[in-house]
T-cell receptor, first 116, second 114 residues
């Protein structure tokens, strides 16, 4: 399997612009996560999908952030409008088994976002 | 609330030597899982080793092993015969059974000296 695929790998944009990050989870995985990593705050869970349904979006910082999962093989994280404080590495991760089985998270390579 | 603490921001080890990375956690749960993830400069986080709390035996994966002390809530990672490719950030993580929320520590940067 190709693993979790994220795009773009790097994104530089100007404040106020819309940013869309994309993720293709591992085929067959039913759980998808979006994380944000910064030096100051470490790894933060933004949103969790199970079977394409958003279960927990309490980590989404503001209404400027939105995420969708239209089908089992694709998810997007959108920031509109972007701000310099959104600069971070955004990770997508997927998993097959969670909960009682303590499933492994499979991470993508991340999208490094820089907002000028 | 559950927390994960990695008190060593940075560690160094000579190639071929052994190093131990520390992790402590706090939880009131009795059934949970602990993980060590490696994040090399390429950024992708990769699972190194996993421990189920109900298992008393320490997990081992080749050169990587853990010292799981449930009563002390300690979960250290030992890397034997360190290699240059082991240089990375290492994150300790916790997940309670029945939940999707993984709690990550702040990470330890491991440098391997040739």
């Amino acid at each position: 399997d190709a693993g979790v695929i994220q795009s773009p790998r790097h994104e530089v944009t100007e404040m106020g612009q819309e940013v869309t990050l994309r993720c293709k989870p591992i085929s067959g995985h039913n759980s998808l996560f979006w994380y944000r990593q910064t030096m100051m705050r470490g790894l933060e869970l933004l949103i969790y999908f199970n079977n394409n349904v958003p279960i927990d979006d309490s980590g989404m910082p503001e209404d400027r952030f939105s995420a969708k999962m239209p089908n089992a093989s694709f998810s997007t994280l959108k920031i509109q409008p972007s701000e310099p404080r959104d600069s971070a590495v955004y990770f997508c991760a997927s998993s097959l088994r969670l909960g009682r089985t303590g499933g492994e998270l499979f991470f993508g390579e991340g999208s490094r976002l820089t907002v000028l | 609330a559950q927390t994960v603490t990695q008190s060593q921001p940075e560690m160094s080890v000579q190639e071929a030597e052994t190093v131990t990375l520390s992790c402590t956690y706090d939880t009131s749960e009795s059934d949970y899982y602990l993980f060590w993830y490696k994040q090399p400069p390429s950024r992708q986080m990769i699972l190194v080793i996993r421990q189920e709390a109900y298992k008393q035996q320490n997990a081992t994966e080749n050169r990587f092993s853990v010292n799981f002390q449930k009563a002390a809530k300690s979960f250290s990672l030992k890397i034997s015969d360190s290699q240059l490719g082991d240089a990375a950030m290492y994150f300790c993580a916790y997940a309670a059974s029945g939940t999707y929320k993984y709690i990550f520590g702040t990470g330890t940067r491991l440098k391997v000296l040739a």
